[in-house]
């Protein structure tokens, strides 16, 4: 089926930690997306990565489209880095965004 | 401002009233969409558009309607409100098959 998880669902770290996201996205699925939805609800754009690695600031992405996943790097974490981190990808021939159920982070001062 | 805005941000209606949320964007991207999101079932589509005058279904658009007459406005009707139809409503817009930016959201509560 399509599919797009993600792990883990919730983390906890204390300011200054860094941490790594997961997303695994099936055979259907491409043109992955990372997400981050801050404590207001605002869906903030992080990355558009198909393949390949980007790097913005303290963020950075991978993704491994032959082994279908993409992991969301964040280093020296801040508490504005809380809020809940998607990824989500298109139905391949399709214009459909499909999103991962999200990895809640907290960051603790 | 340049962007993508929703209208209202915060509706409250009743059961089988009619409700129409509004989505303007400002960079002419051709494809607009409307998600929805509730606990449990994280972000979904409802409908999304390609271009004006051209609309298909997404994941859950049972109970709704959409139109776009005009590249920048993409409005989201629900026809006959439902208590299951309470959510948190998000636009977005991309050029294609690329980055989507996202709207600051919707919520409705239908009593």
């Known amino acids: 089926g399509i599919q797009v998880e993600q792990s883990p669902p919730d983390l906890i770290l204390q300011e200054g930690a860094n941490s790594t996201l997961r997303c695994n996205f099936s055979?259907?699925?491409?043109?992955l997306q990372w997400f981050h939805q801050n404590p207001w609800g605002q869906l903030i754009n992080l990355f558009y990565?198909?393949?390949g690695t980007k790097q913005n600031g303290r963020l950075s992405a991978t993704t491994v489209a032959t082994e279908r996943y993409s992991l969301l790097y964040i280093s020296s974490s801040q508490t504005t880095d809380s809020g809940v981190y998607f990824c989500?990808?298109?139905?391949?021939?399709?214009?459909?965004?499909?999103f991962g159920q999200g990895t809640r982070l907290t960051i603790n001062p | 401002d340049a962007g993508i805005t929703q209208s209202p941000r915060y509706k409250i209606t009743e059961t089988g009233r009619q409700v129409t949320l509004m989505c303007h964007q400002t960079?002419?991207?051709?494809?607009m969409f409307w998600y929805r999101q509730d606990l449990g079932h994280g972000l979904r589509l409802i409908y999304y558009?390609?271009?004006?005058?051209?609309?298909d279904k997404g994941e859950v658009p049972d109970g709704y309607v959409v139109s776009r007459s005009k590249t920048e406005n993409f409005p989201l009707t629900l026809e006959s409100a439902t208590r299951s139809q309470t959510s948190v409503y998000f636009c977005?817009?991309?050029?294609?098959?690329?980055?989507?930016?996202f709207g600051p959201g919707t919520r409705l509560l239908v009593l």
């Open positions: 977005a817009s991309s050029f294609g098959q690329e980055t989507q930016y």
């Open positions: 055979d259907s699925v491409n043109n």
């Open positions: 990565i198909p393949s």
């Open positions: 989500a990808g298109h139905i391949q021939g399709a214009q459909k965004l499909v």
């Open positions: 960079w002419s991207h051709s494809y």
């Open positions: 558009s390609a271009a004006a005058d051209i609309t």
